[in-house]
């Protein structure tokens, strides 16, 4: 709605009302959002989370698992015997060759489709999770500055393209470790970045070398997220301090997700959180949702 208000920096966990949500699924037809960050920082549980929050509020979810870890599905809480027969997109040679005219491990300098037509992708191998999240498994993702040039990165650079076309829906890309996969291979179309930090130096480190790269890129928003925080005030010092320290950054918002020992006992999904009223990990990824949909709605109304 090109009337709402401007989103809310600085999220530190304040409660608020639920609101109901379903009318909010308009005026959303570019929501896209890719969620980077250190290894070991919970970007993976704060992604399932996120998304099958937003489903339960009639928005139509698409979690994009570009980790080669592969833990999505999990998280998400799809069955272990489905969730251990999905072959990832990069290593489904089959489905490769059809889309590029070459075999993934045939060689180098081959005539293959650099833009094959993947329109097909999310039906033909999305797998429908709970709360109806749709899921894709893609592997890794490779930068094009690398020079790859074969069958399977051809086809994964094309999948995003297409993810960029989407309209209608939300769509979560989950990626893997570090910084150094993170390109236009993976910005384009992304309007909103996740990036995720603890209150380590280490993972600031990155986050912030990944919120960069993410301006650069073209990305409109790059909010902070910093996971697994037991004492607020402490905790959040050090990390605007270690931000302050290496040059700052404007975040479009920030967000605070407290520390919560349910996550390891419930692991692998994120299921038990989503039937625990108690939550306040779970509370504040739905103010983090909040906070996406809002700016998202602004963005659109500027668009």
Known sequence: ???SPGHHHHEHGHAHAHHEHGHRASGVEQFRVVVTGKGGVGKTSMTALLARQLARRAFRVLALDADPQMNLPYALGIPRETARTLVPLG??????????????GTGYGLMLRLNP???DVVDRF???????VRLVVMGTVVQPATGCLCPENSLLSSVIDAMSLRTGEVVLLDTQAGVEHFGRALARGFRHALVV???????????LHAARLSRQLGI???HLVVNRVVDAGPDLARVHGIIHDEGGFAFASEHVLPWDPRLMACEPTVAPLLADPGSRFADAVTRLGDALVETEQVLSCRS
């Open 126 to 132: 999305g797998v429908v999770g709970p709360d109806g």
């Open 1 to 3: 709605m090109c009337d």
């Open 117 to 119: 037509d993947v329109d």
């Open 197 to 207: 930090t603890d209150p380590t130096f280490n993972g600031v480190q990155v986050a």
């Open 220 to 222: 409109a928003a790059v």
């Open 91 to 104: 290593q489904n040679h089959d489905y490769v060759e059809e889309k590029t005219g070459a075999r993934p």
